[in-house]
Every structure is written in structure tokens, then in C-alpha cells.
């Protein structure tokens, strides 16, 4: 069952402002600490979501908290007409636009501050909608998975990657080791920012995961939900079609 956990237990603002400075004061490490920590196994995760769209051929394509872009720019590989990426941090959305500019990618791929809670777009724009550990952030999830449903074309995909935990042994007990104590102190050390790495093992741990989450996204209408467990359950991609 989701509980709600937020970066910065002293904090009177709510779940999404801390979510996004806790962005802001990471965003200039992010991306090294991302592929630093998980060994570049998120870049292969990225691949498999990016395989999953290629088989609907979506041309236009939304992705949701985007951070700096890694996502967005893995889907020009499927050749869409045009990529939109949203999110509420402004220090991840300009190191993206940063990135995606040197890549010469501005003409395709085009990020603008956004919550996932109110979408800045119409119903039926997209033909694709992907996350990528982005939904544990949500302030309110069923809000958000219903307005990324809203702006999904009939027919149209959502295709969300994110972490969980493994469930079998040794592959628990070694994750839960490497996630609560080396990434958390690499991470702190590396960023400067002491509560951010210790929200990240404990937004996994109490977000709804699997058949939990599948069953949230059939709730939100949701249909031919699945999931695919990655790397012995480390992470996890969901499915649904609208």
C-alpha cells in the first residue's frame, strides 16, 4: 500500500515543492549519480521501454517528469514526429534543455515545465505516454495516472518504468544492503544533499508495486494492464492501453 513519504520530513510545504527542490538542488549531479549508481543498468531499463513503444509506433509522444531528459532522448529511436517532456523541477528541465540542445535534438524534443497532476495539454494529444521514476513522486497518484489517461489517444500506451524491490532471496537482502547504506552514502556525499538519497529507498519500499500498481492503473481505466520485472525485480515496467 502507498504511504505517503516525502523528502524533507520538517517541511511544512507539500509532497510536490519538496519534490521539486529536492530536484533542483541534485539536478547537477543527477545524471552522473544515476548511471554511477545503477552501473548504466537504467540505460539498458531505457532500451526495454523504448522496445515496448517501438511495436505501437507512436509519433507523438509525451514524457512525464522527465528529469533531464534521458527518456525523451532514448525514444528518437523509434523515429516519432515530435517529443514533449514535462516536469516540475526547472534545475533538471534546463540541464535537459541544455543536453538536448548540444545533441541537436531542439527540433524534436521540447521540455516545459509541468506537474503530472494537471497535464498542459488536451484530451486524445498523445499516442504514447511514458515515466520513468517519476509515479512515486506524485503527490497524488490516481490523479496523476488519470490525467495521464486523459491525454492519451484511444488506442494510445502508457508505459511506466520504475524501481521496486526484489522479492527473493539473496537478491532482497542484497539490494536492501546496497540501497539503504552504499547508494544513500555515495549519494549524499556526491550531492550535497543529505535528504535525498535517504527518500529514495523509502519512497520504494512504501510504494505500491506490481499487481498493486497494475490494479491502481485499471482503476484509472485502464486496460491490458501488465508488468515486467527487470534485473532479478530492481525494477519494474508497467503497461496499459487506453
Given at each position: ?104 535534438h ?12 494537471n ?81 529514495l ?5 512504501a ?33 496499459g492501453?487506453?
Amino acid at each position: 500500500m502507498s504511504k505517503s513519504v516525502t523528502p524533507y520530513a520538517n517541511s511544512n510545504k507539500r509532497k510536490k515543492e519538496q519534490i521539486a527542490g529536492m530536484f533542483n538542488n541534485i539536478a547537477g549531479k543527477y545524471d552522473f549519480l544515476n548511471h554511477f549508481l545503477s552501473l548504466n543498468i537504467d540505460k539498458i531499463w531505457r532500451k526495454k521501454v523504448v522496445n515496448i513503444l517501438k511495436s505501437y509506433n507512436p509519433k507523438i509522444i509525451l514524457d512525464v517528469a522527465t528529469g533531464t531528459g534521458d527518456l525523451a532522448i532514448a525514444t528518437l529511436k523509434i523515429n516519432p514526429k515530435k517529443i514533449y517532456g514535462i516536469d516540475i523541477s526547472d534545475g533538471m528541465l534546463n540541464i535537459g534543455q541544455k543536453k538536448i540542445k548540444q545533441k541537436g535534438h531542439d527540433s524534436i524534443i521540447s521540455l516545459k515545465k509541468g506537474d503530472a497532476e494537471n497535464i498542459p495539454f488536451d484530451d486524445n494529444t498523445f499516442d504514447a505516454v511514458t515515466v520513468a521514476f517519476g509515479v512515486r513522486n506524485f503527490e497524488d497518484l490516481d490523479t496523476g495516472l488519470s490525467e495521464i489517461y486523459r491525454v492519451l489517444k484511444p488506442n494510445g500506451i502508457c508505459v511506466i518504468l520504475e524501481f521496486t524491490t526484489p522479492e527473493f532471496f539473496p537478491m532482497k537482502q542484497l539490494y536492501g544492503f546496497y540501497f539503504k547504506y552504499i547508494l544513500t552514502t555515495f549519494g549524499k556525499f556526491i550531492s550535497k544533499d543529505n535528504s535525498a538519497y535517504d527518500y529514495l529507498p523509502k519512497s520504494v519500499e512504501a510504494f505500491s508495486q506490481r499487481e498493486e500498481f497494475t490494479n491502481k492503473l485499471k482503476k484509472c481505466y485502464f486496460n491490458d494492464t501488465k508488468f515486467i520485472n527487470l534485473t532479478f525485480g530492481v525494477a519494474t515496467i508497467y503497461t496499459g492501453i487506453k
